[in-house]
């Protein structure tokens, strides 16, 4: 098959100078357009998020601190009469919250089983771009918890917010200390939603019915300290 | 009875009369286009970022067999099995050795244009294997036994009345009395049927929207979430996808992803985008065992040294036929082929197996919508008459004696001048003082549908020098 391409191209399998051209671009690439709305700074770009969130129908939880998440999970699923069952992963981050503080919450760690109704991940980055999450899937985050459970929770921190999809890439790479990425990299932007029927759109096609942000704002707060 | 010339003809006939499939016409690709209308105008880059993909592609394509194995490398590294097929049959061929290998019994498939180009579904099925399509409008079609009739909105064709049917007819298993009357009942209903199959299933196959050399992953994109269970539950995944399909570096796949949604639906992103590299890692506790990634040529490479290689630029977005006067008229089943639309006019005849000598290139009224909505500047209509000019010089030696004749006479002004006089004399004896003619002998297909204007004495061009010399300049 290559050596088809290579004809229909008339080149030569040995030819190293379009190797070397490649290299070459690889090494100073022409840095392609990045919308301005993907370059907006603090703290438009955080009310940008928002505003995109909301525009998906996602919910957004503020808190001010981790600790409050516990009690902000458990407020939202009461006020939506879902059960009081959560599934995480492995993530530090999450294991660390005080979920003793919600005793009627039960909490128990792994990928999604098939009865799943709630999942919590934590976000890599949140893109204001377009409102976006950025999931990581791995032990800490298994990607089932995404997809597979009614509703989906998603904490992510204010700090995390970027402006585009390229600067959540150097996020993610800075956080698994690689540039290689995880075995799926999932950019989720509202709940699971179809077209298909007559032209109108419904939420809770094959994914999540429900997707809720818990926007923790302490960090940013921490940063504003000098 | 009139006889059509073309199954195109006959099939464009009969869509025109299916009273259905014009409401549906009337709403969707409409509402679609609309919407990218909306898309753009919020993005004030979307020009600049069009003209930045056209070269992503264009540089990609010349160097395509160097990305590819790029992409081959890295995904090997990532622990992807690549497969390189060069026909539909060495595809399906391999996807099959694969189930087997795996003793997979059911199957379940997200959406795959290149799977319907090369007839995975009927060849699994004909292995005894249970493949299930998982969009919800793919899904639709294949308990319909239907073809898709456009690319991302498959089932645009149907009410919501033809589907609560068919689910009575197909859901054997829930209570006949159920309430199906809104989207929303349907909607859930399928989403139970297909999650049972979502994690019963040993072997998920999906499309790619993009494959990044850079990385060795595939991106895929959908509004439901089925390609991400398809990926992420059984014990093997499959991602089947065409060569032109991959990009140099994941930064040039973010141009690509920032036109694809807004050309399609008018959404800024889907819901979900998803970059899958390889098989579970050995720390995960779920995803695949095995990843495959296929990839088919079926005739692409046959394009690129051509002047129809931009055809490959292609993301199938599908604008094209959102906004085609001729796809708004007839839906996409009359096109009779996997692509329908301008892009399909365009790339259908390029695919090995189908007999398309340039007829479909002929329903177009090249009036070039398709291509001034085009992310990629794909030049549709010159791509169009390109095939036309094809289908001219194997055409019958009446219809190219014709065009040589009507080629001569209006490369003679002198000449032209004389038959046009002699034509329009002749017409307005025979009109009588009638205005139009509602028959005419040797126009019957003109007529057959609307009445022949009857001129009324004298050529355009008498008139106009006969004006001129009224008001002199």
Redesign the interface.
Known sequence: MLAKIRAALRAGPTDESRRRALEARRAAPVRPPVPARARVPEPERLAQFKACLAAQGTDVLPVAQPSQIPGAVADYLRAHALPLRLRRGADPDLAALPWQDEPALVVTEGPARADESVGLSRAVAGVAETGTLVLASGPHNPVTLAFVPDTHIVVVRCEAIVGGYEEACERLAAELGSPALPRTLNLISGASRTGDIAGRIVKGAHGPRRLAVILVEECRDQRLVP | MTRAASPLEANAAAALADRRLQR?LA??PG?FAAARERAKAA???FE??RR?ARD?KD?TL????????EFEDNATA?RTKVH?A?TAAAASDIILAICRESAARLITKSKSMVSEEIGLGARLQAAALEVIE????DY?LQIRAEAPSHII????H???AD?AADFRRHHRQLPPERDLAS??A???E??GV??EK??AADVGITGANFLVA??G?AIIVT????A??T???PKVHIVLAS?EKVV?????A??L??LLARSA?GQ??????????????P?????PEACHVV?L?NGR?????TNLREVLRCIRCGACMNVCPVYGAIGGHAYGSVYPGPIGAVLTPALPGTHDGGELAGASTFCGRCESVCPIEIPLVALMRRWRERAFASGSWRQRGMLRAWALLAAHPRAYHLMARLAVATLHLLARGRGAFSRLPFADRWTRTRDFPAPQGHTFQRLWARQQRKQPP
């Open positions: 549906a709403e969707v509402g993005l004030p880059e600049a970022l930045a992503i540089h010349a160097n395509l067999d160097l990305y590819l194995e990532a390189w060069p998982t969009d919800l409008g639709l909105a498959p089932a645009i149907l009410g919501a589907i989207p929303e349907l909607v859930s399928a989403r297909l999650r979502f994690l850079a990385t992953s509004n439901e979430g089925n991400d269970l990926l992420s539950l060569i140099p570096t994941l930064e040039e973010f141009v992803l920032r639906t800024e992103i889907t819901a979900y985008t998803t970059f899958v590299t390889g098989p579970r890692r720390q995960d506790h779920d995803g990839l040529d490479s046959d394009l690129l040294g």
